[in-house]
T-cell receptor
Framework: ETGVTQTPRHLVMGMTNKKSLKCEQHLGHNAMYWYKQSAKKPLELMFVYSLEERVENNSVPSRFSPECPNSSHLFLHLHTLQPEDSALYLC????????????????FGDGTRLSIL | DAKTTQPPSMDCAEGRAANLPCNHSTISGNEYVYWYRQIHSQGPQYIIHGLKNNETNEMASLIITEDRKSSTLILPHATLRDTAVYYCIVIRGSGGATNKLIFGTGTLLAVQP
């Protein structure tokens, strides 16, 4: 139990569908992240939210739309995805300390395995 | 952030210590060394981190050389459940912005019975 829960664990969708991935953290953290892990490739950072504001968008296509309604919840809205978007999508959280050069650990969920037909 | 080099795979006998090396020869003074692992079908799990001094926690020990150009993660008594990909990551504190982990390909540690 990592304190970060992702749902659903598995998702199969067609290219024209719209679906959402959900992440919830119970650690009291103030920063949340979306990562993508494709087969045989390293994890790639997609989005970062700190204090509910998006602070990083790593050139992610607009068919992926994140939403962070509060510091405990993070969503990834999906629409008109492509087959190459099939991957493991991981959520993480950490405690962001303003004006500090310390680096706090990120805690990950177990991911949503997404398959695009 | 400094680049890291790790062997692609290692074997370890169950019950023995697993020593996983990491080279980070371009590390700068304010960069931390972090270790994560990813067990099959799970998300990455934080293990330990350090800046200059050696560190130990309930999972592992981290030994950082005096010049900080390399480090070793030690699992003192490896079990089959320690079979995973281990990632060594060097990351700079970003002065209040969120820290950005850059994962490489890591070391696949296979613990043998």
């Amino acid at each position: 139990e990592t304190g970060v829960t992702q749902t659903p664990r598995h998702l199969v969708m067609g290219m024209t569908n719209k679906k959402s991935l959900k992440c919830e953290q119970h650690l009291g953290h103030n920063a949340m992240y979306w990562y993508k892990q494709s087969a045989k490739k390293p994890l790639e950072l997609m989005f970062v939210y700190s204090l509910e504001e998006r602070v990083e968008n790593n050139s992610v296509p607009s068919r992926f739309s994140p939403e962070c309604p509060n510091s405990s919840h993070l969503f990834l809205h999906l629409h008109t995805l492509q087959p190459e978007d099939s991957a493991l999508y991981l959520c993480a959280s950490s405690q962001d300390i303003p004006r500090s050069y310390s680096v706090e650990p990120q805690h990950f969920g177990d991911g949503t395995r997404l398959s695009i037909l | 952030d400094a680049k890291t080099t790790q062997p692609p795979s290692m074997d370890c006998a169950e019950g023995r210590a697993a020593n996983l090396p990491c080279n980070h020869s371009t590390i700068s003074g304010n960069e931390y060394v972090y270790w994560y692992r990813q067990i099959h079908s799970q998300g990455p799990q934080y293990i330990i981190h350090g800046l200059k001094n050696n560190e130990t926690n309930e999972m592992a020990s981290l030994i950082i050389t005096e010049d900080r150009k390399s480090s070793t993660l030690i699992l003192p008594h490896a079990t089959l459940r320690d079979t995973a990909v281990y990632y060594c990551i060097v990351i700079r504190g970003s002065g209040g912005a969120t820290n950005k982990l850059i994962f490489g390909t890591g070391t696949l540690l296979a613990v043998q019975p």
